[in-house]
């Protein structure tokens, strides 16, 4: 069955600038806030939110990592995931920063978790947060809330969200993918 | 999933190009995370994995040692020089009393060639060869050619000339299967007691001349004497030895071309290598080292992805 598209790119677009400004209001100017997107669909969002809050205010220094869990998830050798990781790359210390983790599904948040403490190899954040572009409410394995929501998505656990990015995929949007195939 | 096509690390032989390149792209990230402030990942926690040390060693052990640490294993350590080993115990007699203590994985270093063969048919858990005799050691191969392709980019095509006592060396059998198998062409070189009769029938060159294997080669892979394992003499004395092979500044000055310098340790300077050789910028000695704990938590992280549960 066809994926039924539940964000174009226009509000895709819209959903970005109104989660930069939300970044803005808690964080002014960045000084002490450091972004980190979790590898590898996570770092899209991440990067494009830099792009978005320099075009706002250019005069803005945003440090932005990017970290993998795969050695730390909680079902290797249970699940089929992949077993290469991707590239982490934090050439800052996150001591005493506040910490904005950027992911774009968040689902059971098992994801969170592992990246959380993944993370703790950089430093002792003073606070994080977490930023997440849809966010698939009902299916929480953990007690893990965002922060910041790009759009609030009702699904059922068969039903596949997609981002895709036009960098990667060709075009912004949000896709879901129902139970039948 | 890209996963290895092997359940245990036995040899190079049975490795295919694919497996030896996901090796490495997994040491790439364990590297990273070595590098860290904190260098640990919690991946085999659930693990538990027992060292099995039937030879001395030291480097190996305690590379493996590392590995599994900083991968969140538990370990358990035996050698067999304060074992049951000597009251006469065998083999699979004293592994399966390990396994019974509830071990995942066995990283094995054995005297006889085929040891771990023989226990891979026997015994349930992951085997990692760490040494078997004068046989294989790919884990060290396998990070020899790691390092390789981290200083030129490249193991397809590079010469690699390995010097010395080839006829005792596990290192250089495992070597020779990973170079080739990525590519590379290969050379030994040492006096021709050291040197196996059939070993042409590998694909790879002979020669006698240590300063003509030089200037063929981009990287020399220099190996110790082995004199713990020579009952008779193979070369009429170390001095003799060390004036025709032995790599000196001389040797590398006179090369038209910067070569890298390799050596699995441990060093017996003076003799197959001099000090400052070893510990010039064209040795790799070192770096060599910190890849093996890359390596093995590369090795020991995507066998440990097969275990059922």
């Excluded at chain 1, 506040?98 to 959380?116: C, E, M, N, S, Y």
């Excluded at chain 2, 004293?94 to 203590?101: A, F, G, R, W």
């Excluded at chain 2, 070189?189 to 240590?210: D, F, M, Q, S």
């Excluded at chain 2, 190996?223 to 004395?237: A, G, H, N, V, Y």
Aim: proline share 3%; hydrophobic share 40%; charged share 25%.
């Amino acid at each position: 069955m066809q994926p039924r598209e539940i964000i174009n790119t226009t509000e895709f677009n819209l959903v970005i600038k109104r989660l930069a400004f939300q970044l803005i209001e808690n964080h002014t100017n960045f000084e002490d806030t450091v972004l980190i997107g979790l590898q590898s669909k996570g770092v899209c969002l991440s990067d494009r939110l830099q792009q978005v809050l320099q075009e706002i205010n250019p005069e803005l220094k945003i440090n932005v990592g990017y970290l993998d869990i795969t050695f730390f998830r909680d079902d290797f050798r249970r699940t089929n995931k992949p077993l290469i990781a991707n590239e982490t790359k934090i050439n800052f210390i996150i001591e005493g920063k506040k910490v904005v983790l950027v992911d774009d599904v968040l689902f059971t948040g098992r994801t969170i978790r592992a990246g959380l403490d993944a993370m703790l190899a950089f430093g002792r954040p003073s606070l994080v947060e977490l930023l997440v572009f849809v966010d698939r409410r009902y299916k929480r394995d953990l007690p893990i809330q965002p922060t910041y929501v790009g759009k609030v998505v009702d699904s059922i656990t068969s039903e596949k969200v997609t981002v895709e990015w036009k960098e990667v995929d060709g075009k912004d949007k949000v896709l879901m993918y129902s139970s039948e195939k | 999933m890209e996963t290895l096509s092997v359940d245990h690390l036995l040899g190079i032989k049975d490795l295919t190009k694919e497996d030896i390149n996901l090796i490495f792209n997994t040491a790439d990230e364990f590297k990273d995370v070595i590098n860290r402030p904190i260098k640990k990942v919690p991946t085999l926690r659930d693990i538990t994995i027992a060292n099995l040390f039937f030879e001395n060693s030291t480097r190996t052990k305690l590379s493996f040692e590392l590995a599994e640490k900083r991968l969140s294993a538990d370990v358990i350590n035996f050698s067999s020089a304060s074992s049951s080993v000597k009251k006469g115990e065998t083999l699979v007699d004293t592994v399966n009393n390990i396994l019974s203590m509830k071990v995942d994985m066995v990283v094995i270093r054995h005297p006889n060639p085929g040891a771990h063969q023989f226990l891979s048919r026997h015994i349930d858990a992951k085997i990692v060869n760490a040494g078997d005799g004068a046989h294989e050691h790919p884990t060290q191969a396998l990070l020899d050619c790691f390092s390789i392709k981290e200083r030129l980019g490249e193991v397809a095509g590079k010469k690699v000339v390995i010097v010395g006592d080839v006829l005792h060396s596990r290192v250089a059998l495992s070597n020779i299967y990973a170079l080739q198998k990525l590519g590379a062409e290969v050379m030994v070189c040492g006096p021709a007691t050291l040197i196996p009769k059939y070993i042409g029938a590998l694909g790879v060159k002979v020669e006698h001349n240590l300063q003509r294997a030089l200037e063929w080669c981009d990287v020399a892979n220099m190996l110790r004497i082995q004199l713990e394992r020579q009952d008779s003499k193979f070369f009429p004395s170390i001095r003799e030895y060390t004036m025709q092979y032995g790599l000196t500044m001389n040797h590398l000055n006179n090369l038209k071309k910067e070569i890298l310098v390799m050596h699995p340790g441990p060093i017996n300077r003076g003799v197959e290598i001099t000090s400052e050789v070893a510990d010039s910028s064209q040795s790799i000695i070192l770096n060599q080292v910190e890849n093996g704990v890359a390596i093995r938590m590369a090795v020991l992280y995507l066998l440990a992805s097969k275990i059922n549960r």
